[in-house]
């Protein structure tokens, strides 16, 4: 398959990157990346020398089965008028990763054109191919194309086809949320120095105690109070630390920050 992802910024160069990584490990997957800057392109491609570089949208385009429009949302009018004259767009898979870019903008910039149309939502952790990625595709996606996005994104984490109300939640929770959860983990570490540990330490304690939490909700299948229970005794140390956190309006904030966004 070849995919060309239409600027490595931020989540074009984790898309890439985790294809790459994807390819390595055997998938059939030829990746173009362009950017505005040679710069641009050699930094990413000094890792991933796999990876075809070019300043030309229109070749890229050309070129490709799936085209990943990964440029700022109020690049990719200027960006279409430059591809929108490249030949052969009929039937091609285009997918924005544009936030609030969805189906039916690009429709309106590629007037008469026959492309295959997604609005899709990854978060950065696609370099490490552990994405949470929400997929919406338009109404006139069949559904082998749709299975197809998503085996797509699969190879860079986790992939889920919805509608766009629920891939505006899902995005609040993972795209928006990878930031929060970093957040925490400052706090944790913060916390961690204040107790006397070196900052060094106090990250690597708390982001492996992030993956250890991670991995017992994963593979026990349990509930999260179902898990904290089992490490609350009463009259602990846990159960004291926990109660700060609702005395703070813990759970209220995260919910609070995850509702910032729908608004």
């Given at each position: ?24 490990d055997g998938e059939q997957l ?5 950017a505005h800057t040679q710069r ?187 898990a904290i229970d089992k490490v ?32």
């Open positions: 398959m070849r995919i060309s992802v239409i600027g490595a910024g931020n989540m074009g160069g984790a898309l890439a990157k985790g294809w790459v990584k994807a390819s390595r030829d990746i173009t990346v362009t641009s392109l050699d930094r990413i491609s000094a890792d991933f020398p796999e990876l075809h570089c070019t300043l030309d949208n229109r070749k890229a385009v050309a070129e490709a089965d799936v085209v990943v429009l990964a440029v700022k949302p109020w690049m990719v009018k200027a960006v279409m008028d430059e591809i929108a004259s490249a030949e052969n767009l009929d039937g091609k898979i285009f997918v924005s990763v544009a936030a609030n870019v969805l189906p039916a903008d690009l429709k309106t910039m590629m007037p008469g054109c026959k492309a295959h149309i997604f609005y899709v939502m990854p978060n950065i952790a696609a370099e490490y191919r552990q994405s949470m990625t929400f997929i919406s595709p338009a109404d006139d996606v069949t559904e082998d194309e749709a299975d197809m996005v998503q085996r797509l994104f699969s190879l860079v984490g986790m992939a889920q086809i919805c509608d766009v109300k629920t891939l505006s939640a899902g995005n609040m929770l993972a795209g928006c949320g990878i930031a929060y959860v970093m957040r925490f983990l400052h706090a944790m570490m913060q916390g961690g120095v204040e107790l006397g540990l070196y900052p060094a330490d106090a990250q690597q304690i708390a982001q492996q105690t992030m993956t250890g939490a991670v991995t017992v909700l994963r593979e026990s299948g349990l509930h999260p109070e179902a609350t005794t009463p009259g602990g140390l846990t159960i004291k630390g926990l109660n700060e956190l609702d005395h703070a309006g813990f759970t209220s904030a995260v919910i609070r920050c995850l509702k910032a966004g729908m608004k």
